[in-house]
């Protein structure tokens, strides 16, 4: 057996680690690019959601790379991530490919059925090596989180934002040629370093800007076309609370603080949205009210074209922007999203907040409005 899983930004490191501590043989997809853009929309229905076209085209990458097994996390409610698994197959089946799609679904749907899925991942290795491979692979999805939150906070005070580049490359090309966590650690730990040296102006007062939306469109660069890593070289220092550490926090490891913290902020918010319509769509709601009552300079939501629950939630903002008087962009985004009119938008809105944090008050002594 030889799996795969999806690429989605820096997740794979964290999978990467717990497969090695398991012993297991994996196929470490490949960075997503035009070419996998291109493969999965040859394959998939027109309409599908952008994420799973484009991991239809990650899949057959990897497929073609050896793999035979492909292993992706399950969806509960009414999202049609909770049919990605199912269609895939079929389109793979279609295709002449003879795959095994292992869908691990969250232990609260079935702890029976989620242990015996998890049984024929990790095939041989006893209870006592698949829990220490879990608990370090935890420990690196933990670590590697407050590496990319670091990286959020140097790049808008960086002199030398280049920088942050290079030391990030060099990271995934030393993760590349790790193996186990331990090593993985230490090349997060050595990385965390160098950026920590990075040269930075400690006078600049970067805006700060809440990233919210769907998880795979926030998580992975290629789909949100680096949306970070721009707003960053302008000078915002974005915040993002859709990570894959949070979700396992929630999800996978008994982290009580941070479930208890993740419920009181999507409580807050149960006047404009109080139950789970599939996907993200009560966490973007949640985070927006939270972002705003934090005191960020604007909110910036992404979404790809078609995903059904973000549109309920871009159809709330708007109210909910106006109420907390604070500036709302939405980004919709699929295969045919042109980067120049993209970056334009961003800057626009940059420019915008900048406008409104140097404007001037009233006679009340509030601050205009710019909604």
């Avoid at 691990?104 to 991942?121: A, N």
């Avoid at 106006?322 to 980067?339: F, N, R």
Wanted: proline fraction near 4%.
């Amino acid at each position: 057996m030889v799996i795969t899983f999806p690429h989605m930004g820096m997740m794979y490191i964290p999978v990467k680690a717990l497969f090695d501590e398991l012993g297991v043989d994996i196929i470490v997809p490949a960075k997503i690019n035009k070419q996998t853009l291109e493969t999965g929309q040859r394959h998939c229905p027109e309409m599908a959601c952008l994420p799973l076209k484009i991991l239809m085209g990650n899949y057959i990458e990897s497929i073609k790379r050896g793999a035979d097994t492909i292993v992706l996390s399950g969806s509960c409610g009414p999202c049609r991530f909770g049919y990605y698994g199912v269609v895939q197959g079929e389109i793979l089946k279609d295709l002449g490919y003879n795959i095994d799609i292992i869908i691990l679904d969250p232990p609260s749907e079935g702890t029976g059925e989620f242990l015996r899925r998890l049984k024929k991942v990790t095939g041989n290795s006893s209870i006592y090596r698949s829990l220490k491979a879990v608990k370090k692979a935890f420990r690196v999805s933990n670590e590697l989180e407050g590496l990319l939150q670091l990286v959020l906070r140097q790049r808008p005070r960086a002199t030398n934002k280049v920088s942050i580049d290079q030391i990030m490359n060099r990271f995934e090309n030393r993760i590349a040629a790790s193996k186990g966590a331990d090593e993985i650690l230490a090349c997060i730990y050595d990385t965390r370093a160098r950026l920590e040296r990075v040269e930075t102006d400690r006078n600049i007062k970067p805006l700060k800007i809440g990233l919210v939306g769907e998880i795979y469109t926030l998580i992975e660069p290629y789909v949100n076309l680096e949306a970070e890593k721009r707003l960053g070289n302008m000078g915002a220092e974005v915040h993002r609370e859709m990570t894959v550490d949070s979700w396992v926090k929630y999800h996978l490891a008994p982290d009580i603080k941070h479930r208890r913290r993740h419920n009181r902020i999507l409580k807050k918010a149960e006047d404009y949205l109080h139950l789970c319509i599939g996907g993200h769509a009560w966490e973007t709601v949640a985070h927006s009210l939270n972002y705003a009552r934090e005191g960020m300079d604007g909110i910036i939501q992404i979404l790809p074209f078609g995903c059904m629950p973000e549109i309920v939630a871009e159809s709330i903002l708007p109210t909910l922007a106006k109420d907390e008087d604070i500036p709302l962009m939405t980004l919709v985004v699929d295969e045919l999203t042109g980067e120049a009119g993209y970056q334009t938008r961003l800057e626009a809105f940059v420019d915008l907040l900048e406008l409104r944090r140097s404007s001037v008050s009233d006679e009340s002594g509030k601050t205009l409005s710019w909604y």
